[in-house]
């Protein structure tokens, strides 16, 4: 069975692309010049734009489109900047803000606890370690002093406190966003975030149990944020256009990461706000901004928008198918490289699909392809530089750098097979993949304890490598870009043909 998509005309002027696919028996339909069944295909599910009068319905003409794509209209295009793009810069903004306050404690760690000097054995021989034994002085001069004396244990809670707790709440942001909306789950999520963040610095000084149940807090309110804005997302970005977006939006993680490590860095090597507290407090603070920027400036669908035209809003509706330091800076190094990536293949397969020569299913394959097996080479390739550090950080820059493409990839994956519960798939899937914030360490740590040679690190990489390349293949084989049944449980139950 084949289908079709139609968009239908008043005169010259295009009213919507039908983004919904009208069943035809073993053939394309034909154009539709029937007033009634024009009007008809306006009572369609997801579109929203009806035919008022008699004399408007014998000037409406419905014909297919010749690919699976649901184009901007001329006069959308013309306007330039629109809500949704505004839209989605916040949210592009807000993704930069939660990696910030993620990752401020890993570079402030660095100034906040007392590093002893250590010795090393300068008879050791072996060349089996990095770096080699005849580039070791006999020891290692101590740093300056920090206000903590955490051990390497308590080190390991405070950095993965924030993982234990986003991982519990990711179901609950969906789900909790599917029932009551998702911009006050998003804002609630961010003002807890934010508040947590300043009073970080506090607690670490009161003390390490508060400090860590804090980062805990923090992971919790931040586990709502994503599955929520991904509920968000299907109002405001049309099908052909969510690779493009998402890649926009997903890339302000890598962004934020960036930041946190080459200013979080800086920051804490001032005597600004303190030295290392700065980093708690610049960002905390640049996500209450925010956060006022969000509550008056979004609204959960285009037909509350205020400031929205009448044309954007139309093509909206339309298309939309939701129902109404130096090591700072060189560790931010990859993460530059798949920003770089993402921008660039957006922008390919985007003109790819508007040319008719990708399907939706075809840029989602390509993309986790490219973002997982290359990877898996890159990990590969890893375990034969040795102690060669330019190599390694070429080879890693690479490997990171492609995975950048995901963003057309698995995040597009939820809306497609269910626009209404989009929100809870992305908090299944978030809440599995945050679980190796904790366990990738703590497996890490069991490999390489007491033991830190090439070879155990060769085997970290190479464990690495088989889970990229077992979850990557399964996903090319298995995903799809259907709406699936129980996108609809309702219809499902009464025996209703799912009309997508």
């Not at 916040?90 to 250590?118: D, E, G, K, Q, Y």
């Not at 298309?319 to 060189?330: E, F, Q």
């Not at 390509?366 to 997982?372: D, K, R, V």
């Amino acid at each position: 069975m084949r289908t079709s998509r139609f968009a239908c005309t008043v005169g010259r002027s295009s009213l919507f692309s039908h983004p919904q696919r009208v069943r035809a028996m073993g053939q394309d339909k034909e154009p539709v010049h029937d007033p009634s069944e024009a009007a008809r295909l306006t009572d369609l599910p997801g579109v929203h734009t009806p035919i008022n009068n008699e004399v408007e319905a014998q000037q409406v003409k419905c014909t297919p489109l010749d690919s699976d794509v649901d184009t901007e209209p001329d006069y959308v295009t013309r306007r330039g900047w629109g809500a949704r793009h505004s839209l989605v810069t916040l949210a592009c903004l807000m993704t930069v803000l939660m990696c910030t306050m993620r990752f401020n404690t890993s570079i402030a760690i660095v100034s906040m606890v007392r590093r002893p000097a250590h010795t090393t054995a300068t008879s050791n021989t072996t060349t089996d370690v990095c770096p080699r034994p005849h580039n070791i002085t006999s020891e290692q001069p101590e740093g300056e002093e920090g206000e903590f004396d955490w051990d390497e244990a308590t080190q390991g809670l405070v950095l993965g406190a924030f993982f234990y707790g986003n991982v519990m709440t990711n179901v609950l942001g969906g789900r909790t966003a599917e029932r009551i909306g998702a911009k006050p789950v998003v804002l609630w999520g961010m003002v807890s975030s934010c508040v947590l963040t300043l009073l970080s610095p506090a607690a670490a000084r009161l003390s390490t149990s508060l400090f860590i149940a804090i980062r805990l807090a923090i992971g919790l309110a931040q586990g709502v944020i994503m599955p929520a804005l991904n509920r968000c997302m299907l109002s405001w970005v049309p099908p052909s256009k969510r690779g493009k977006y998402n890649t926009i939006i997903y890339t302000g993680s890598d962004m934020g990461t960036v930041i946190a490590l080459s200013l979080g860095g800086w920051l804490c090597d001032q005597t600004f706000l303190g030295g290392w507290p700065a980093a708690f407090y610049v960002f905390g603070g640049a996500g209450l901004l925010w956060c006022l920027a969000w509550a008056f400036l979004v609204t959960e669908r285009p037909e509350d928008h205020k400031r929205i035209s009448e044309e954007e809003k139309k093509y909206l509706l339309a298309n939309c198918t939701l129902k109404r330091g130096k090591n700072g800076v060189l560790s931010a190094l990859p993460y530059l490289c798949k920003i770089t990536t993402a921008f660039i293949f957006s922008i390919i397969v985007d003109r790819a699909t508007a040319a008719g020569r990708l399907s939706t299913l075809g840029v989602r394959r390509l993309s986790m392809i490219i973002a997982s097996y290359i990877p898996v080479v890159g990990l590969v390739v890893l375990c034969l530089v040795e102690c060669n550090p330019v190599a390694a950080v070429v080879v890693i820059c690479l490997a990171v750098g492609v995975t950048g493409t995901a963003c057309c990839g698995m995040f597009s994956s939820h809306q497609d097979i269910s626009p209404n519960f989009s929100g809870t798939l992305y908090g299944v899937s978030n809440t599995i993949a945050n679980t190796t914030g904790f366990i990738a360490p703590a497996v890490t740590g069991i490999i390489t304890l007491n033991n830190q040679t090439l070879r155990a690190w060769n085997t970290v990489f190479l464990l690495s490598a088989a889970i990229y390349g077992a979850t990557c293949t399964f996903y090319v084989f298995f995903i799809s870009d259907q709406i699936q049944p129980f996108n609809n449980p309702e219809e499902q139950k009464k025996g209703k043909k799912n009309p997508c």
